[in-house]
């Protein structure tokens, strides 16, 4: 099993911030990464972000996205948030499996960021050498959890819902935790 962990929002000062982890089973990646490719590519975008698309080009890719196969958990958060503290609560109670092979986490966190993970996963007796930074443009799985964070804190700062709730609801039947 590969772990993609992005969130989104935690440097706010209001609404909330989302921890999203996506799970995706080693056997299947190659077929999402492929199809979150292709989707990109059709789109004619390099690499899929939240924060930096338009809404035409979000709704496209959510439309490709939400039809593959992959399981998501979602911690949501009220802001103010200490992201240190949230993050050791969150992820205490989200990483639960025994047969991970790889943790990727966005590469543009802090330092601290990745120590807290690590202290975590050896808290639960997982290796650190599974948890690995990388950049967005280089695992469509980071890209995917990207979409998710950013689509569920949207729909939990109840912003946008006419646009936000239909693909929220498809991401629903995806998500097997949603701690708040």
């Known amino acids: 099993m590969l772990i993609f962990i992005d969130e989104s929002?935690?440097?706010k000062k209001?609404?909330?911030?989302?921890?999203?982890?996506?799970?995706?089973?080693?056997?299947?990646y190659e077929f999402?990464?492929?199809?979150?490719?292709e989707t990109e590519e059709v789109l004619k975008i390099e690499n899929f972000h939240w924060a930096?698309?338009?809404?035409?080009?979000?709704?496209?890719?959510?439309?490709?996205?939400l039809k593959l196969n992959f399981k998501v958990?979602?911690?949501i958060v009220d802001n103010p948030v200490n992201p240190a503290v949230e993050l050791e609560r969150v992820l205490a109670h989200m990483v639960i499996e025994r047969n991970i092979k790889k943790i990727y986490i966005?590469?543009?966190?802090?330092?601290?960021?990745?120590?807290?993970?690590?202290?975590?996963?050896?808290?639960?007796?997982?290796s650190v050498r599974k948890l690995k930074t990388v950049k967005d443009s280089q695992y469509a799985g980071i890209r995917?959890?990207?979409?998710?964070?950013?689509?569920?804190?949207?729909?939990?700062d109840k912003k946008n819902l006419d646009?936000?709730?239909?693909?929220?609801k498809r991401l629903q039947e995806k998500i097997i935790v949603i701690l708040e």
């Open 9 to 11: 929002g935690i440097h």
């Open 14 to 28: 209001v609404e909330h911030s989302s921890f999203a982890l996506a799970y995706i089973e080693a056997e299947n």
């Open 32 to 37: 999402l990464e492929r199809k979150i490719k």
């Open 52 to 65: 930096e698309t338009a809404w035409e080009v979000k709704r496209k890719f959510m439309d490709e996205v």
């Open 73 to 75: 958990k979602i911690a």
């Open 106 to 126: 966005d590469g543009k966190k802090p330092k601290w960021y990745e120590r807290k993970i690590k202290k975590i996963l050896r808290d639960k007796g997982i």
């Open 144 to 156: 995917l959890a990207d979409m998710v964070a950013g689509l569920s804190r949207s729909y939990f």
């Open 163 to 168: 646009k936000i709730s239909k693909y929220y």
